[in-house]
């Protein structure tokens, strides 16, 4: 089944340093990609996302970019800030043979950024 | 736009009590969801609804029950509550299947 593995945290940088969070993923048809942020005592919200292959998706200094070959839709920002201290969620919606009603979620990945 | 709200935020049950969840969206969402979060771990889908009067299991439906008799609301009832069941609970909604889903805060229950 479809399914998404994104790397294990915690994750811990200084502040200003380059961030990648790695996500793959299994899907047996056209799935949508997504990366959500969860922030201390909140709910997910969308960060951003993707819904073809080669596109990008960006959104408050974060890109990740929807590769198709590698299965791939890693996770960047250039200079991280301490206010990006959260909890990173990649997902998936397959939208083949209506399997599209649910969002698959990775584990989590858990970012601590040090001032 | 108040988007998903919940209620309560917070909730200490005893075993064996039961209580509902309550979750509203003012999107006009066709698509509704329960999902739990266990400290440290991701999310895991209760139930959710494609439309008002279907409701569907997800992968962990067993000791809660849903209805969805409007568009708006979606509650979640726990019956004969159980340690196991102390997590925090979010809903959320979308327009469509695949589409973003948002987010309700969350309700943070304990079971002791």
């Known amino acids: 089944g479809d399914s998404v593995t994104q790397m294990e945290g915690p994750v811990t940088l200084s502040e200003e340093a380059f961030l990648t969070i790695n996500c793959t993923y299994t899907a047996t048809g056209y799935p949508s990609l997504f990366w959500y942020v969860q922030y201390p005592g909140e709910g997910l919200q969308l960060l951003l996302k993707a819904t073809k292959a080669d596109d990008k998706g960006s959104n408050k200094g974060f890109e990740a970019t929807y590769r198709k070959e590698t299965t791939s839709f890693h996770l960047e920002k250039g200079s991280v800030q301490v206010s990006d201290s959260a909890v990173y969620f990649c997902a998936l919606s397959d939208r083949a043979m209506n399997r599209d009603d649910k969002i698959i979620f990775g584990k989590g990945t858990r970012l601590h950024i040090l001032p | 736009n108040a988007g998903v709200t919940q209620t309560p935020k917070f909730r200490i049950l005893k075993i064996g009590q039961s209580m509902t969840l309550q979750c509203t969206q003012d999107m006009n969402h066709n698509y509704m969801y329960w999902y739990r979060q266990d400290p440290g771990m991701g999310l895991k889908l209760i139930y959710y609804?494609?439309?008002?009067?279907?409701?569907d299991k997800g992968e962990v439906p067993n000791g809660y029950n849903v209805s969805r008799s409007t568009t708006e609301d979606f509650p979640l009832r726990l019956e004969l509550a159980a340690p196991s069941q102390t997590s925090v609970y979010f809903c959320?909604?979308?327009?469509?299947?695949?589409?973003?889903?948002?987010f309700g805060p969350g309700t943070r229950l304990t079971v002791l």
């Open positions: 959320a909604s979308s327009l469509a299947g695949g589409n973003t889903q948002y």
């Open positions: 609804s494609v439309g008002a009067g279907i409701t």
